[in-house]
């Protein structure tokens, strides 16, 4: 309770101007509120490559989605604050637009529910320089894998990309269906390994 009346109390002496007269804590609260500038304006760009992307789909399939989405109990009359928390979480600008090209593809019945969320969850926790390779990994075969940067494999095995074949040597890290799922739905463009 003495700690809850300690903040309203900075608040308060902050809300006041008296204790923007402190050198230190002008500085601070300077910064903070930068800090929050920028979060924001960070935020505001994701959104904006995620719904400008987003904008491809007709109309009727967007509507069509969202009561979709709603059906489920994830989403369910919160599609909005569950599609600005996916969004912040997500740390580079180029994640939203792929996000909303799952959210397209799950418009236009490519993919089903449970795989755009498993698709979704994968693009959080992919490292964004390593998106660039998954068109490439799709396609390795054993032979390949083994010749693949070991924490590149790594960052594809945490995201549900990679897995282990479980050979008897050690195996090796081999794509999975839901990796291949980003290529066949068109989400990441197919690359021969001619291009690479």
């Known amino acids: 309770l003495g700690k809850e009346y300690a903040e309203l109390g900075i608040d308060a002496a902050l809300e006041s101007g008296a204790l923007k007269e402190i050198p230190f ?6 910064m903070c509120n930068s800090i929050s ?5 960070i935020f505001a760009t994701k959104l904006i490559k995620f ?6 789909v007709p109309l009727h399939d967007r509507m069509i989605m969202v009561d979709k989405l709603n059906e489920d109990d994830k989403f369910a009359g919160k599609v909005g604050t569950a599609l600005i928390e996916i ?13 909303a090209k799952c959210f397209s593809a799950y418009a236009k019945e490519i993919i089903n529910y449970n795989q755009l969320r ?3 969850h994968a693009l959080e926790r992919i490292p964004t320089f390593e998106i660039n390779g998954i068109a490439l990994f799709s396609q390795s075969t ?10 590149t494999l790594l960052a594809y095995v945490n995201t549900g990309l990679g897995v282990n074949n479980g050979g008897l040597d050690g195996g ?9 799922l980003f290529i066949s739905s068109e989400i990441i463009p197919a690359q021969s390994k001619k291009q690479a």
């Open 25 to 30: 804590v002008s500085t601070v609260v300077n």
């Open 37 to 41: 500038m920028v979060k924001d304006h």
């Open 51 to 56: 719904i400008n992307q987003l904008s491809d």
């Open 87 to 99: 969004l912040d979480r997500m740390e580079s600008e180029a994640k939203p637009e792929l996000a």
């Open 118 to 120: 498993h698709m979704l």
């Open 142 to 151: 054993i032979r390949d894998s083994l010749n693949m940067d070991e924490s």
């Open 172 to 180: 090796a890290i081999i794509p999975t269906e839901l990796c291949r």
